[in-house]
């Protein structure tokens, strides 16, 4: 699979998208649409300058390592939101934390809704040795998860709930079993 166009545009307003360098929350300098040295060429360093046509250059190839990432370790079928959810994800922890993680883990038993939550445990940057949580990656996650679980905007059906306990109270089905119950009620 490969991001969408919805998928790119939501990777770019949550990374945003600067044509100077500059050092992001933990010193690293960054341009572009979040991109680092790390993912590639051009190295980043104080002072580089880049178009907005280089910038979308770099992010296609940026997503590409990233898109690689989560089809070569995800075994389930996806839908659209949840790859582009996915690759948001990976993009910003990058593709080894990614494929290590216990969303992928969860998310290959065919645990979607496991998997969406463990979106919500990568909101921290490590300081001074210790984990500190960030408004702004958590405000991240939340919404990489809406994107993973919200499959109307995709075309596609609306995931099954879990088996077992603690579904997610805000699911559909939950309304359903309730209206199920107040017809077996009505029938007395």
């Known amino acids: 699979m490969r991001t969408s166009a919805a998928g ?6 949550r990374e945003g998208l600067r044509l100077k360098a500059y050092q992001d929350s933990v ?4 341009i572009g649409v979040g991109h680092t040295s790390a993912a590639g060429p ?18 296609t190839r940026d997503l590409s390592i990233f898109e690689k990432a989560v089809n070569n370790s995800v075994t ?6 949840e790859f582009d959810a996915l690759v ?22 065919g645990n979607r809704y496991g998997a969406a939550n463990q979106f919500l445990a990568w909101d921290k940057i490590t300081v001074g ?23 109307k905007t995709s075309g596609l059906p609306e995931p ?14 939950l309304v359903a079993l309730i209206n199920a119950i107040l017809s077996l009620f009505k029938r007395r």
């Open 160 to 173: 099954k709930p879990p088996t077992g306990s603690n579904p997610p109270a805000s699911s559909n089905w």
């Open 129 to 151: 040795g210790k984990k500190k949580a960030l408004k702004g990656l958590t405000n991240r996650r939340k919404a990489e998860r809406d994107q993973f679980l919200n499959s």
């Open 27 to 30: 010193g690293i300098w960054t």
């Open 88 to 109: 948001s994800l990976a993009f910003n922890i990058g593709a080894g934390a990614f494929q290590r993680s216990t969303l992928v883990k969860e998310l290959n038993k």
């Open 8 to 13: 790119r545009k939501a990777i770019t307003e």
């Open 42 to 59: 051009p190295t980043v360093t104080k002072g580089l300058n880049i178009t907005a046509a280089l910038a979308d250059q770099i992010l």
């Open 76 to 81: 389930v079928p996806l839908n659209q939101n």
